[in-house]
């Protein structure tokens, strides 16, 4: 389904199912595709496939919210809740976190 990874000098990469250079050669192919065939795409997709294919986006995703949030607390976009704890700790109104 995914196509075959090329490496340095044109020689095919082994690796093993389910591993992210598979699905990143898979995202690059994908990213010369219009929404309608990846959709199409990832509806041809097995089981497995589909699987692998979540927990890749979702890496990819999470990862994208952390640098989100290290930009914004580097731009001090997010003082306001350090003070706003601050605040409620010197209070003595600071709670635990829920489930804690």
Avoid: H, Y
């Avoid at 075959?4 to 990469?13: Q, T």
């Avoid at 692998?52 to 997010?78: H, N, P, T």
């Amino acid at each position: 389904m995914f196509p075959e990874a090329v490496g340095e000098g044109g020689n095919s990469v082994s690796r093993r199912p389910g591993s992210v250079l598979r699905l990143t050669v898979a995202c690059r192919k994908f990213a010369a595709m219009s929404l309608a065939e990846i959709k199409s795409a990832v509806e041809g997709l097995s089981p497995k496939e589909f699987e692998e294919l979540v927990a890749f986006i979702r890496e990819r995703d999470s990862a994208a919210w952390d640098r989100q949030i290290e930009l914004d607390a580097a731009a001090g976009k997010l003082d306001f809740l350090f003070e706003e704890a601050e605040q409620a700790r010197a209070a003595g109104t600071l709670r635990d976190w829920p489930g804690k």
